[in-house]
């Protein structure tokens, strides 16, 4: 679970997990065409591959590789485990 909290501490990885869970199944080209068009961010190539793959260690992110391409998709799961942890419910006043 801390490595979804230290990936999760990162604008650009939120910003990456932004755009993956709107339109799931991008390259890499895609999301640096994404966030620079979209969000302003001039990252280079290396930087954003660097985000992906601190994202897809916490499993926030899962990705298949079709011939030479790769595509990256956004797991919820991790952020589901966390919700479960600290459930929300009827609070009783203090």
Same mark, same amino acid.
């Given at each position: 679970?801390?490595?979804? %909290? $230290?990936?999760?501490?990162? =604008? ?6 932004? +755009?993956?869970?709107?339109?799931? *199944? &991008?390259?890499? %080209? =895609?999301?640096?065409?994404? @966030?620079? #068009?979209?969000? !302003? @961010?001039?990252?280079?190539? &290396?930087?954003?591959? &660097?985000? @992906? *793959?601190?994202?897809?260690?916490? *499993? @926030?992110?899962? #990705? =298949?590789? $079709? !011939? ?5 998709? %956004?797991?919820? +799961?991790?952020?589901? =485990?966390?919700?479960? $942890?600290?459930?929300? *419910? +009827? $609070?009783?006043? +203090?």
């Amino acid at each position: 679970m801390t490595t979804v %909290f $230290r990936a999760l501490d990162d =604008e650009t990885r939120r910003v990456i997990l932004d +755009e993956l869970s709107a339109r799931d *199944g &991008q390259t890499l %080209f =895609e999301i640096c065409s994404t @966030l620079s #068009t979209r969000h !302003g @961010l001039s990252s280079t190539r &290396q930087a954003i591959s &660097q985000h @992906l *793959g601190v994202l897809e260690a916490a *499993g @926030l992110v899962v #990705t =298949e590789k $079709r !011939g030479r391409s790769k595509f990256h998709y %956004f797991n919820p +799961e991790p952020l589901a =485990e966390i919700a479960r $942890r600290w459930p929300v *419910g +009827e $609070r009783s006043p +203090e």
